[in-house]
């Protein structure tokens, strides 16, 4: 394996070595990270894909970074490459679905939880929270118990004249019917004031994003 | 009488514009997301021609719960019953990849037993998985009977878990650093004797279907999935086996000392339908196989990790009886457990494919991310791929031969 990383470094010597406490792991520039996916699918036999997700920093710049983990059906080894991605508010990064075909569902999860755009991406939409949702709910500063969203669906507002108010964790067609407010039902979800990230969030440097606010009845 | 001449050119136009009057548009239909086929809350978008499917888009997310979200805002073991909620068809297999993963993060090894405990869960929970996959798989191909066989002998599997963990559905039952209560008295007998009721039911199953002729007509040749795409669309679990890729994590980076068992690793040849059943057969009786080996060679000793004192709480006995337990109880449940800053990534061959956990960790008992790589969503993702070409009556085939779990795929 070290004789196999350094091939790596030296053909790649704009990738620098990642804190890792398993796998080996790279930071790579944005503008290389295609080529260095593909080298290593291609070359060192790092054939399948296993997982492509985000990390939001939110303190700390870049606050996105892509992470990719491919792994070697022949070998049996893993492989980490962590990208940053340019822009705060609007993030983007490469697409690596000409790459991988799995890359597809992948980066339309992390669109969808992040609001990453994948440049060259064919079909880049919402995948799990629907199409007119307008948050990315997996961004630091959303909150936990969700922030109420007004109309769910255009076409159904369009055919019924019904506002629903489906917040994520009540969404979906076989929920039980509410009535009255949500954080009276799940009292935990509204109650952050344990956890430490949020200590922390309270002396930020600059606020990214849009300031955290409680839902508006309580 | 005048005989008008025509051209085979003015034929061959003339036929092609009473085809397309006869076909008419394509149509789009909508299959779900609440449908008995769809095998839970998947919602298919097909486009037609005729009775041949020329385009398949599927919706997911109508089971989305937030869970990496959700992890992000508890501690370590609070978030082990969320796992159960994942592929809830073998639950006890996903705590103990849960806690596999932490405690890769803590570079935590545990004692013999406590592995040799969840080898035999995480078998459990394969043998459960896959004689559901079989037995619906059997009714979405019109063999009705193979579910009651499969379910009869799911019921005793049942059993044995709540005389385990307590619950028959949502057992959690790992901890980080151990698991929640030792074997029972006489369970590893229960279990011997449930492996020698199944073992002959799943002879009874492949009899039943193996060779039937409508099984195979249903089931030959669909669905193909070559290797190379198998790959590409990142199947995993029987579904890449089928296609004949000899990827299997419990041989190929193994864990719970799975390198001391002997089991084989079934491979297919065409990555059909076909080929997707045979698999999970295989792989039912090789779970037998290891479970037996397992309770035969069930060590002794600590059956959690003594020396991880600040990550897996004591037993209630010694919380009750002594002043540090109970400090340490203490702070285990309130402080979560304690875990160093890193980033891991760990994934296991869970019966669906292999479930990956990304933990990234700045220290503490809550996770500052937490990624769960799902295998049903990286097998869905082949379906737009897979499914054009077929015929309406295949897609429940090809949807039950892929075996997937929403609660898993929306998270």
Same mark, same amino acid.
């Given at each position: ?10 053909? *790649? ?16 520039? #944005?503008?290389?990270?295609? /080529? ?6 291609? !070359? #060192? ?54 790459? @991988?075909?799995?890359?597809? @569902? ?10 990453? #755009? ?17 948050? *990315?709910?997996?961004?630091? /500063? ?15 507002? !369009? ?34 004031? @344990? ?10 440097? !600059? ?12 | ?34 449908? +008995? ?223 001391? $068992? ?78 160093? +800053? ?8 869970? +019966? ?15 996770? $500052? ?43």
């Amino acid at each position: 394996m070290n004789t196999r990383t350094q091939t790596i470094e030296e053909a *790649h010597p704009y990738i620098t070595e990642r804190e890792s406490a398993d796998w080996p792991a790279y930071n790579c520039p #944005q503008e290389n990270v295609v /080529e260095l996916l593909r080298y290593l699918k291609d !070359e #060192q036999d790092f054939d399948f894909l296993s997982d492509l997700t985000a990390i939001d920093h939110f303190d700390t710049r870049p606050r996105f970074e892509v992470v990719y983990h491919v792994y070697s059906t022949e070998r049996h080894e893993y492989l980490r490459v962590v990208t940053p991605c340019s822009g705060e508010a609007d993030p983007v990064c490469p697409s690596v679905v000409d790459l @991988w075909a799995t890359a597809d @569902w992948h980066e339309r999860e992390a669109f969808d939880m992040f609001g990453i #755009q994948f440049e060259g991406h064919p079909d880049l939409r919402r995948i799990l929270m629907w199409d007119s949702y307008p948050y *990315h709910p997996l961004r630091k /500063e959303f909150p936990l118990a969700g922030k109420e969203v007004e109309f769910p669906d255009e076409d159904l507002v !369009e055919a019924t004249g019904k506002t629903v108010e489906p917040a994520p964790m009540m969404g979906g067609p076989f929920h039980a019917s509410h009535t009255g407010s949500m954080v009276d039902r799940e009292p935990r979800a509204d109650d952050e004031s @344990w956890n430490e990230h949020n200590e922390r969030r309270d002396t930020p440097g !600059e606020e990214p994003g849009p300031p955290r606010e409680l839902r508006g009845k309580h | 009488m005048a005989i008008k001449e025509v051209s085979i050119g003015d034929i061959g136009a003339r036929s092609a514009a009473a085809e397309q009057e006869f076909h008419g548009d394509q149509m789009m239909i909508n299959i779900g997301p609440s449908h +008995p086929a769809t095998h839970g809350v998947l919602r298919l978008r097909v486009e037609l021609d005729g009775e041949t499917v020329t385009g398949c888009d599927p919706v997911i997310g109508y089971l989305h719960r937030g869970d990496e979200k959700i992890a992000e805002n508890m501690t370590y073991n609070q978030f082990v019953p969320y796992t159960d909620r994942l592929d809830y068809i073998g639950p006890i297999h996903n705590n103990i990849t849960f806690a596999l993963a932490v405690e890769k993060l803590a570079g935590l090894e545990t004692p013999e037993r406590c592995q040799a405990i969840r080898l035999i869960c995480c078998e459990l929970a394969r043998l459960q998985s896959h004689l559901l996959g079989c037995g619906v798989y059997g009714m979405d191909c019109g063999a009705l009977t193979v579910f009651m066989y499969t379910f009869t002998e799911r019921e005793k599997l049942y059993t044995l878990i709540e005389q385990l963990t307590g619950a028959r559905f949502t057992t959690s039952y790992a901890r980080i650093g151990g698991v929640a209560r030792d074997i029972p008295d006489g369970w590893l007998g229960n279990v011997l004797k449930v492996m020698n009721e199944l073992e002959p039911v799943i002879e009874e199953i492949d009899k039943l279907l193996s060779r039937n002729r409508i099984f195979w007509d249903r089931t030959v040749d669909v669905g193909v999935v070559s290797k190379e795409e198998a790959i590409a669309y990142g199947l995993s679990g029987p579904n890449l086996r089928a296609s004949g890729v000899a990827m299997d994590l419990r041989k190929d980076a193994p864990y719970l000392g799975y390198e001391n $068992y002997d089991f084989d690793v079934p491979i297919g040849t065409n990555g059909d339908c076909y080929d997707r059943w045979m698999v999970r057969l295989e792989e039912m009786r090789q779970s037998v196989r290891l479970i037996r080996q397992a309770v035969e060679k069930m060590p002794e000793g600590p059956w959690y990790a003594e020396d991880a004192k600040k990550i897996f709480a004591p037993p209630k006995d010694k919380v009750l009886s002594s002043m540090e337990e109970l400090i340490q109880n203490f702070m285990i449940v309130t402080e979560g457990p304690q875990m160093p +800053p890193g980033e891991v990534y760990f994934e296991a061959e869970n +019966p669906k494919g292999t479930l990956g956990f990304f933990i990234v960790s700045k220290g503490g008992g809550v996770p $500052y991310r937490m990624k769960i790589r799902s295998p049903s969503f990286c097998n869905l993702s082949i379906l737009p791929k897979m499914v054009p070409g077929h015929i309406v009556p295949d897609i429940p085939v090809l949807l039950g031969s892929l075996d997937f779990v929403l609660g898993e795929c929306d998270r």
